[in-house]
């Protein structure tokens, strides 16, 4: 077991699902007897932050494609493999929010209007493929 355990993004989800891993991690360090957890299914964690973040850089990345292969003439890099059409992206997008099945904010957008700061530079970081601690 590392000393300096670093628990990931995916923590503070189940934190909302009332799952308490970091009190299980200590329970199975001391030896006791740590419960089987049952995780709720049909349920979507939702960051409207990042969402958007995302579909704006999904549409740079088709703006700049349509850019190269129409305008440039540019065979595209792997053309099994072009983004997707605006349409879909947004369908996609919608059906997230619009659809009737559970959702739950994440916990870091939970705060967006008290301190945007921290949830727009988080979201760009975890879009960029990097892990909020």
């Known amino acids: 077991m590392e000393v300096n355990p ?3 993004l995916q923590l503070w989800n189940r934190t909302e699902l009332e799952i ?3 009190w299980m991690c200590i329970k199975a360090a001391k030896g006791g007897n740590v419960e089987s957890v049952d ?3 049909g349920v979507l964690f939702v960051c409207p932050v990042e969402d958007i973040q995302l579909l704006a850089l999904q549409l740079l990345d088709l703006l700049i494609y349509k850019f190269r292969v129409s305008i440039l003439n540019s065979a595209p890099l792997d053309p099994l493999s072009a983004p997707k059409s605006i349409r879909i992206q947004m369908r996609s997008f919608m059906r997230t929010y619009l659809s009737s099945q559970k959702r739950i904010l994440d916990p870091h957008f939970r705060y967006f209007f008290q301190d945007p ?3 727009t530079f988080g979201g760009f ?3 960029l493929g ?3 601690c």
């Open 6 to 8: 670093r628990f990931p």
């Open 20 to 22: 308490n891993e970091p």
């Open 39 to 41: 995780y709720p299914t």
């Open 117 to 119: 700061v921290v949830s």
């Open 125 to 127: 970081v975890s879009a």
């Open 130 to 132: 990097y892990e909020r």
